[in-house]
């Protein structure tokens, strides 16, 4: 009990002689909590619970007697902790900024209609009549449209023209691309870059995907390579943040993070269904970015990197299976989707919203968040109050996050998973638009589809100083990952990879999707 009473004292201390813009905040938590003095708060919490108690009274509920020590023990720590962050701020490192980035345009060549799903399957002579209808099904069903890109030796349909040298050529047709036009758009010569990081989930060869860019662009002996493997959907922020780990701790530096996810021989030719959905979803990509320290940079940087956060579900069993490579029952390699995988997703965005929430969210969104744990923590003490509260207030509350960000880039896992997003963050159609038309126009993306959806912000809306952007990328392991990136100036860039984007008749074709799937949803159901 000493102890309790000297560390409240103490943060009546500290609350008493805090900065000028504390007391009102102080003044209106000890109103909302009843407590007028901070000796009389002092006094009370560390009363016994058996005598501290509350009476709710409110019309038509009855009233309701339950201890509230341990309610207002989580408020108060919980605006302490706010204040502590805004007086005594985290130690300041080197600000790193997004000078630019560039994403591939596939070449006309490339293009796979949804048509040619069947035709490709029906070459392979692997697939049986019902596993190709079903891959047919998936094709128009997930979202995509008929401009998504494969790369030859893939549509083909020939084996031998796959292998190692396929893979490399696909690196390099999409990346190598995309990098020279971003370093031929930002003016940093190759010998310029002192790291390189990239990330790859299925193709890893020696050399390395790093040491295959510095040997490409002749970089310089002093530049230091990180190639990232097996990390899945979500390694484009792992990535990014690596690079902003290592631009904050040495000055003066340039780093290219280029992203990555290799198809060619990762082309299911088995009869797992599970495993033949991402035969139907995953297209040709590629996407680069450079950051930078230095001084001379921060003006025409068109970002600046305000947050990194990472979350994982990989002690779980069911989280870490649910995308998997492996073989089926026949030995066939490929990568296996399971029935978990939306119930996961929805954990680790849980998860991730959770430790994000209070560097963005405004302190009303936060104050919310915080009493719905209290109550909904006090109600599993107490049957009696679980009793006598409207239903809608025990449900989880979720932030309204629009009131942080001002775009949302939201990984093209699939139709589904996008709906699901746009339902449970309240999100709007507009909102959801560039992960939408990043998936219609280019199909799953992986760690590159936050950049796709980016790039359509800023063909499209344009951004202004101090816009937030949100990037929400997720995937394998299980993991899911924030990027918070802040509009450093205006930017209105029309990319390449976006000319000609009609979202309108999008639209259209999702609606009628929409409505074909609901159809055939009625009819199943009478």
């Not at 680790?348 to 923590?377: C, D, I, Y």
Request: net charge positive.
């Amino acid at each position: 009990m000493e102890a309790c009473v000297a560390a409240v004292e103490s943060v009546a201390s500290a609350l008493s002689s805090a900065q000028d813009w504390w007391s009102p905040l102080a003044a209106t938590f000890l109103t909302l909590t009843g407590l007028q003095q901070l000796d009389d708060l002092t006094t009370r919490l560390c009363q016994s619970p058996d005598t501290m108690v509350v009476q709710l009274l409110q019309t038509g509920l009855r009233p309701v007697t339950f201890s509230v020590q341990p309610l207002l023990l989580l408020v108060l720590a919980f605006v302490v902790l706010q204040a502590v962050r805004r007086l005594f701020p985290a130690k300041q490192h080197e600000k790193v900024y997004v000078l630019d980035f560039s994403v591939h345009q596939p070449d006309k060549s490339w293009a796979f209609s949804r048509s040619k799903v069947r035709e490709l399957c029906e070459k392979r002579e692997l697939f049986t009549p019902e596993d190709i209808d079903f891959q047919q099904k998936i094709a128009y069903r997930t979202g995509l449209g008929d401009e998504t890109a494969v790369c030859p030796a893939i549509q083909s349909g020939d084996p031998k023209q796959l292998g190692i040298e396929a893979a490399r050529f696909e690196f390099g047709a999409t990346c190598f691309t995309t990098i020279a036009d971003l370093l031929q758009k930002t003016g940093v010569s190759p010998q310029q870059v002192d790291y390189v990081i990239t990330n790859s989930s299925l193709f890893n060869p020696t050399p390395s995907l790093s040491a295959a860019i510095m040997n490409h662009f002749k970089m310089s002996s002093r530049t230091l390579g990180y190639s990232l493997g097996g990390m899945g959907c979500s390694a484009g922020v792992i990535a990014l943040d690596l690079a902003r780990e290592l631009l904050e701790l040495h000055p003066n530096k340039i780093a290219l993070v280029v992203s990555h996810e290799n198809i060619t021989n990762n082309y299911y030719c088995g009869n797992d269904r599970s495993m033949l959905i991402p035969n139907c979803l995953f297209r040709s990509n590629g996407s680069a970015v450079l950051l930078s320290n230095k001084a001379g940079h921060a003006r025409r940087a068109k970002y600046s990197i305000k947050h990194v956060v990472r979350t994982n579900l990989a002690a779980n069993d069911v989280a870490y299976n649910c995308v998997m490579q492996t073989e089926d029952a026949e030995g066939k390699l490929g990568v296996r989707l399971n029935k978990d995988l939306i119930k996961v997703g929805a954990d680790a965005l849980k998860h991730n919203m959770t430790a994000l929430g209070p560097l963005v969210l405004p302190w009303s969104e936060q104050l919310k968040f915080a009493g719905n744990v209290a109550l909904r923590s006090a109600v599993k003490r107490s049957k009696a109050l679980a009793g006598a509260l409207p239903a809608g207030w025990l449900r989880p509350y979720i932030p309204d996050f629009t009131q942080a960000f001002d775009f949302f880039c939201i990984h093209t896992g699939g139709r589904g998973i996008i709906d699901g997003l746009e339902a449970q963050m309240q999100l709007s159609r507009k909102q959801v638009e560039p992960s939408r038309a990043s998936l219609y126009r280019f199909g799953n993306t992986s760690s590159t589809s936050i950049w796709y959806e980016l790039a359509y912000i800023e063909s499209t809306a344009g951004l202004s100083r101090g816009q937030r952007v949100w990037q929400l990328a997720f995937g394998s392991g299980f993991k899911f990952n924030s990027a918070v990136l802040v509009a450093n100036r205006r930017i209105a860039d029309q990319h390449a990879a976006w000319q000609g984007f009609d979202s309108v008749a999008m639209w259209a074709e999702l609606d009628e999707l929409d409505k074909a799937i609901s159809r055939r949803g009625s009819t199943a159901t009478s």
